[in-house]
């Protein structure tokens, strides 16, 4: 059985955009689906991709930026009633995904919070957000099951704060390794190598360019990176400071292929763009700027874009 890489979505930044859907990435392998980030529209998106509910095994968060996470909860809930096999509740989601910070950041001169939210825990990791979409949709959760058939609640989902770097998930036939990245003050913010029998494929997250995302891509088939356009950004209103920490934050266009040519991966699917709006820049010309320096293929991601591995050749 092969395995089967699927764009759910390849917008950047938080702010809805028509016409392209948030961050998220499935991997199928195995029969199980592996989804990588729970951006705007996640859900919509693994159910126009053809993707089975019942197979969801894992959600693996690289970050905890709304753009990231925003519908993991709809992830969750919405097919929670097709969670049940014959024997009962399939097993539970596992949900992987960033700890706690040490500390809370601080802000700089330019940008600083004016009030912390929820300040008895201002910064909670993967498991304290999946506790808390429980302790959120609690009504729900404990009210449905008097009016319909669902599967009990408690076999929904567990989560994972996971350590880095090193192999965070392993069962025999996906290996899944992380490490940490640069992400400006989103600590700590992860990249994905998922290795299995018919190839590998890393997810960068959102990181400027990372010397240890590089060794983790190293020989990679495919490589979904992140890519923004600061030149387009400066065009377009931003300078100072605003434009400084966005420079923090990503890896811009003229840099992703010198990150992909350093990894030595096969292909680079650019997604998470920045500009999100699918009119702002051309895919032929993301792909003319970002391929530069790059000797492999490098192919403009969109929302359903489709890869098989082992690599058929073609297009
Ligand atoms: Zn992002």
Same mark, same amino acid.
């Given at each position: 059985?092969? =395995?089967?890489?699927?764009?759910?979505?390849?917008?950047? /930044?938080?702010?809805?955009?028509?016409?392209?859907?948030?961050?998220? *990435?499935?991997?199928?392998?195995?029969?199980?689906?592996?989804?990588?980030?729970?951006?705007?529209?996640?859900? *919509?998106?693994?159910?126009?991709?053809?993707?089975?509910?019942?197979?969801? %095994?894992?959600?693996?968060?690289?970050?905890?930026?709304?753009?990231?996470?925003?519908?993991? %909860?709809?992830?969750?809930?919405?097919?929670?009633?097709?969670? %049940?096999?014959?024997?009962?509740?399939?097993?539970?989601?596992?949900?992987?995904?960033?700890?706690?910070?040490?500390?809370?950041?601080?802000?700089?001169?330019?940008?600083?919070?004016?009030?912390?939210?929820?300040?008895?825990? !201002?910064? !909670?990791?993967?498991?304290?957000?999946?506790?808390?979409?429980?302790?959120?949709?609690?009504?729900?959760?404990?009210?449905?099951?008097?009016?319909?058939?669902?599967?009990?609640?408690?076999?929904?989902?567990?989560?994972?704060?996971?350590?880095?770097?090193?192999?965070?998930?392993?069962?025999?036939?996906?290996?899944?390794?992380?490490?940490?990245?640069?992400?400006?003050?989103?600590?700590?913010?992860?990249?994905?190598?998922?290795? =299995?029998?018919?190839?590998?494929?890393?997810?960068?997250?959102?990181?400027?360019?990372?010397?240890?995302?590089?060794?983790?891509?190293?020989? /990679?088939?495919?490589?979904?990176?992140?890519? %923004?356009?600061?030149?387009?950004?400066?065009?377009?209103?931003?300078?100072?400071?605003?434009?400084?920490?966005?420079?923090?934050?990503? =890896?811009?266009?003229?840099?992703? &292929?010198?990150?992909?040519?350093?990894?030595?991966?096969?292909?680079?699917?650019?997604?998470?763009?920045?500009? $999100?709006?699918?009119?702002?820049? *051309?895919? $032929?010309?993301?792909?003319?700027?970002?391929?530069?320096?790059?000797?492999?293929?490098?192919?403009?991601?969109? +929302?359903?874009?489709?890869?098989?591995? !082992?690599?058929? &050749?073609? +297009?």
């Amino acid at each position: 059985m092969a =395995t089967e890489l699927v764009l759910l979505g390849t917008a950047g /930044a938080p702010a809805p955009v028509a016409g392209r859907a948030g961050i998220s *990435s499935a991997l199928v392998t195995g029969g199980r689906v592996f989804v990588v980030d729970c951006g705007r529209g996640t859900p *919509s998106g693994y159910v126009n991709a053809g993707l089975d509910f019942a197979r969801l %095994a894992c959600v693996f968060l690289s970050h905890l930026h709304a753009d990231h996470t925003g519908d993991l %909860a709809g992830l969750l809930l919405y097919p929670w009633g097709l969670r %049940a096999g014959p024997d009962g509740p399939l097993p539970p989601v596992q949900v992987y995904g960033p700890g706690r910070p040490a500390q809370l950041p601080a802000g700089d001169a330019a940008f600083q919070r004016q009030t912390t939210i929820h300040p008895e825990l !201002p910064a !909670p990791g993967t498991t304290d957000l999946v506790g808390q979409i429980l302790a959120g949709y609690a009504y729900h959760l404990n009210v449905m099951p008097l009016d319909a058939v669902m599967p009990d609640p408690g076999q929904l989902v567990r989560a994972t704060d996971i350590t880095v770097p090193g192999v965070v998930f392993d069962d025999g036939g996906v290996r899944v390794s992380a490490v940490e990245v640069t992400h400006g003050h989103a600590v700590p913010a992860l990249a994905y190598r998922f290795d =299995t029998a018919d190839g590998s494929v890393v997810f960068s997250g959102d990181t400027t360019v990372n010397d240890d995302l590089i060794a983790l891509a190293r020989g /990679a088939d495919i490589l979904v990176h992140q890519v %923004a356009d600061l030149g387009y950004l400066a065009r377009h209103g931003w300078s100072g400071a605003a434009l400084q920490h966005m420079a923090g934050l990503h =890896t811009d266009v003229t840099e992703v &292929g010198g990150v992909a040519e350093r990894a030595g991966v096969r292909e680079l699917i650019l997604s998470h763009y920045v500009p $999100a709006e699918p009119g702002a820049v *051309s895919a $032929a010309d993301w792909v003319q700027r970002a391929g530069k320096g790059f000797s492999g293929r490098t192919v403009a991601g969109r +929302d359903g874009l489709r890869r098989t591995l !082992p690599d058929a &050749g073609g +297009d």
